[in-house]
């Protein structure tokens, strides 16, 4: 990371007046996903296939796409999002009235600053959740902490993030935590009482633009690839990670490069973890009003070292933001894990929007002509569609997708070259040798209203026993396999996971909400150790945080 901190600092010299970025919130996603539609063209401002968003670019976007609401609850929405940006445009409509002359002088803001030279902005965390898992034990979640973001001097941005947090997980996700010895999306943890979790969420950045059109970001957090609910390239499901960012935004282009420090083994013990290095460009253009194309390439490297057997450091070769990262393989004699494909949207009728990703690993043509199941044939498909104002009712939309990936796909020989972090999957949290269905309704009948239902089905191929590799656990070795040919979908243990949900939330205040939730998660397996019953129902409570989900 030495010369990502080098980088950071050269840049100083170059700065422009910036805002930070928003946080990786599913409302902020699909609000800017229904407006864009609803307006009948693509915007230049949003690129909506890399998130988060820019903090000033979704204040522009809403700007230019004021025209299209719809209705009350649409209007009142769009309120609550301007105030949400207040600082990127100054609206005098966000000021409230001030507790004790210092706070809540902003709506967004417990406490805030705004003069020429400092902006800040402070918020409490506060999530609690409580809930049973049917014929089993209480669920709970406490979450406590704070939310600080802001500017200096108008050139550096900064923001933190942190959470001490408590939980006791339903079963199913206890499993998986067994399995990693990571809780989902976090890192380190300990034991909490006889069953429970402790452990701390923190993320943060500094944010610069080096000129009016490039900026960049070095932290610590998640990213998310892809117009999907799911992403095939990279998503926020696991543990957040340091990284690099750049963003070029000009004319109708957007290029992302992203290069990352991982976790390559977490053991659930003490000590120092093994590094690993991720690389990856995204460019993303848009062909006329409603057509967005998107084309990326990733790789993960374990680094130059003189021991085979242990991580290298980064290969600075890889910082190169514009070459094709196979060819750097080639040069250097590496066996780094590159992964490259497309991604799409199509915005149409003012209601419509389909998309897509296509992921490819490996492949070779004449084994796939021959339809031969050949192991090293690994691909990802995602295909969805995204329906706002169904039939006419306003506020009612509705999303399907459909994810599939084969055998095999992320995995390598080692951990430092497979696409995982802390033990957790990078992309789809269902790993490979599955297909699975989505489908999700919202209604927001009142701005302050939100109802959501989703369906999940799922079929994936599972190893009866550890010393199995049937291509579904991507932090296995992938030349330890069963067979090289006649590979299928689902190949190994075929399980059927169906996972329905319903939440309602209603918002209390300005980003505080309350949740009533239940979900009902049933996994069939051939093998009565694999089945699993997972029914829960529960009502939280949440301040300046997205729900928690545990949807795999």
Known sequence: MKYFLSFFIFCNTL???QKNYLTLQPNYHHWADRLEIMSGRLHQELHTSVKPYNRQAYSDFLDSVRYALKSRTDSATYAYLRNETWDCHGDSSVYGKPVLRYFFRQKPDVYSVHTDHFDLHVNPVLYFT?????????????????????????????????????????????AYQSQTKAVPGEGFNKLFKTRGVDFISA?????????????????????????????????DFASPYTFLKLNTQIWKLRYTNLFAEMTANYTGADGLYPKKYMAMHHLSVNIGKHLNIGIFESVMLRGRSKDSLKA???DIAYLNPIIFYRSIEQQIGSFDNAILGMDWKLNFLRRFS?????????????????????????????AGLKYMNVAGIKNLDIQGELNYVRPYMYAHKDYYRNFTHFNQEL??????????????????????????????LMTKGLDEIDSLNWGGD???????????????????????????????????????????????????????????????????LRWNIAPRLHEF
């Open 312 to 314: 290298g450091q980064f």
């Open 130 to 174: 409580g809930g049973k898992e049917l014929n089993k034990e209480a669920i709970s979640l406490n979450s406590r902490g704070a939310e600080v973001r802001g500017t200096i001097d108008g050139k550096v941005g900064f923001y933190t993030f942190f959470t001490d947090n408590q939980a006791l997980l339903p079963d199913y996700v206890r």
């Open 354 to 382: 389909c998309y897509g990703q296509v992921v490819l690993d490996e492949f070779v043509l004449k084994e796939i002509r021959a339809r031969s199941g050949w192991w090293a044939n690994k691909q990802g498909l995602q």
């Open 474 to 540: 991507i932090r296995k070795d992938y030349t330890q396999i069963e067979q090289q040919y006649n590979n299928r979908m689902a190949q190994g243990l075929r399980t059927q996971t169906q996972l329905l949900s319903l939440q309602v939330s209603y918002m209390l205040f300005h980003n505080c909400f309350v949740d009533v939730f239940a979900t009902m998660r049933r996994r069939n397996a051939p093998v009565p150790a694999f089945t699993q019953n997972n029914p829960i129902a529960g009502l939280s």
């Open 427 to 456: 992309a789809h949290p269902l790993g490979a040798n599955f297909t699975e269905w989505i489908g999700i309704l919202r209604y927001q009948p009142h701005y302050r209203v939100q109802c959501t239902g989703k369906v999940f």
């Open 203 to 235: 993320r943060g950045y500094i944010h610069l633009n080096i000129t009016k059109h490039i900026d960049m970001q070095f932290g610590h957090d998640r990213h998310f690839v892809g117009n999907g609910y799911r992403s095939l390239i990279v998503s």
């Open 15 to 17: 700065l422009v007046a």
